[in-house]
């Protein structure tokens, strides 16, 4: 039996970038794929979560076979409800929950994550300010489910509502993170094109 799955979040249409955010080129090679690259030797399967079935069938084709790819289970588009799909479709016992579009984060970081949340409900990455990282996370998929399928029975559609019903959850410092990844690009995700040619440089001063 698998263990452990990455689900990743792609959700739908992006306005900014005039297709999915996930497939935009970053040194043509597309968003989502540093995603998938950086969960390598981390996770023992990995589901992507598209908002249509068109959406579906044009990952197939960019990613290939081997990669798990599943549609959102209701219209409404939101982190929630892809959490919601991906943990449905996650055979192990945990799970981590990423986006698409943070083409710097680590795999230290998220091994590391996935480590913390053996014998516990959920490890989420909090920042001094109190500020919770829900989508740089890791879940023990039945309970996440439950707690994913509690919110949204009560009308709710955002990540924190889902947290708020899961016990047993770990706290990881960013402070912590940071000795692995002293600037925490971990959390850096693609909003704009701007940001875009900012991941570009970065990732060329890598090479």
């Known amino acids: 039996m698998l263990e452990s799955s990455a689900i990743i979040l792609a959700g739908g249409f992006s306005e900014k970038f005039g ?3 996930g497939l935009a080129p970053l040194l043509n090679k597309p968003l989502i794929k540093y995603v998938l690259d950086a969960v390598n030797h981390v996770v023992d399967e990995k589901i992507v ?3 249509s079935k068109p959406l579906a069938e044009i990952f197939s084709k ?3 076979s081997k990669i798990k790819i599943v549609v959102d289970k209701r219209k409404a588009q939101s982190p929630l409800i892809g959490a919601l799909t991906g943990f449905s479709e996650a055979p192990g016992e945990y799970a981590l929950l990423l986006p698409c579009d943070t083409p710097l984060v680590s795999r230290e970081i998220l091994a590391l994550i996935l480590e913390l949340c053996i014998n516990r ?3 989420v990455p909090r920042w001094p300010n109190g500020h919770i990282e829900p989508l740089h996370a890791a879940y023990r998929v039945k309970p996440a489910l439950d707690a994913a399928g509690k919110a949204l029975n009560n009308g709710k559609l955002d990540m924190c509502s889902m947290i708020e019903n899961l016990r047993g959850i770990r706290y990881i410092s960013t402070l912590v993170l940071q000795q692995l990844d002293p600037e925490l690009r971990t959390f850096f995700n693609i909003n704009t094109p701007s940001d875009l040619k ?3 440089q ?3 001063r890598k090479t």
């Open 19 to 21: 297709s999915n955010k």
């Open 49 to 51: 979560v598209v908002g």
């Open 62 to 64: 960019v990613l290939g």
């Open 121 to 123: 409900n959920a490890a």
């Open 198 to 200: 900012k991941a570009e």
């Open 202 to 204: 970065i990732l060329k």
